[in-house]
T-cell receptor, first 114, second 114 residues
């Protein structure tokens, strides 16, 4: 079965640089979610989109922005990167209708800020 | 805000034996969803099992089952016939019916010994 696709899988950036993470949800899934997992931590919710509209917002820094496109893929844009942004970034997606509450995660993007 | 607590940072079990991981949560909602996710060394987040709060019957998925005690706000995971591949970090997660985000516990690192 098709899974959530995230790219790139690994990313190394310098402080103050910009990064863009991409997420392609499971086919027919209309909702995407972004989470950040620091070393030794549990995932923290950043933001979610349903039908291209922001549906919920968590602890996402103002330096970050995200959007969902007409084909339902999503991008997380991160500017003025800081050392503390080094983390594993997950995208998850959920399907229409009654199955909406179950989120399926992608493999994650490992971001290292030097 | 909802909170999820996993009081066992680490657990170990012998192969083929049974182990139970604990999770408690705090919410004022009456309808919600609970999940267990597994994160092996690859760091992929894998859905193990889900439970709807309005269902009294405990969910079961092959060797994995839960003990859902709504009044006590407890949601434990039982793994039967433990296998080496079950070695992973296990996260308990909560989701409001109306909300988007998953709120995770701190995780329990399970090691299955041969």
């Amino acid at each position: 079965a098709a899974g959530v696709i995230q790219s790139p899988r690994h990313l190394i950036k310098e402080k103050r640089e910009t990064a863009t993470l991409k997420c392609y949800p499971i086919p027919r899934h209309d909702t995407v979610y972004w989470y950040q997992q620091g070393p030794g931590q549990d995932p923290q919710f950043l933001i979610s989109f349903y039908e291209k509209m922001q549906s919920d917002k968590g602890s996402i820094p103002d330096r970050f922005s995200a959007q969902q496109f007409s084909d339902y893929h999503s991008e997380l844009n991160m500017s003025s990167l800081e050392l503390g942004d080094s983390a594993l970034y997950f995208c998850a997606s959920s399907e229409k209708g009654g199955g909406r509450e179950t989120q399926y995660f992608g493999p994650g993007t490992r971001l290292l800020v030097l | 805000a909802q909170t999820v607590t996993q009081s066992q940072p680490e657990m170990s079990v012998q192969e083929a034996e049974t182990v139970t991981l604990s999770c408690t949560y705090d919410t004022s909602e009456s309808n919600y969803y609970l999940f267990w996710y597994k994160q092996p060394p690859s760091r992929q987040m894998i859905l193990v099992i889900r439970q709807e709060a309005y269902k009294q019957q405990n969910a079961t998925e092959n060797r994995f089952s839960v003990n859902f005690q709504k009044a006590a706000k407890s949601f434990s995971l039982k793994i039967s016939d433990s296998q080496l591949g079950d070695t992973a970090m296990y996260f308990c997660a909560f989701k409001e019916t109306s909300g988007s985000r998953l709120t995770f516990g701190e995780g329990t690192q399970l090691t299955v010994n041969p």
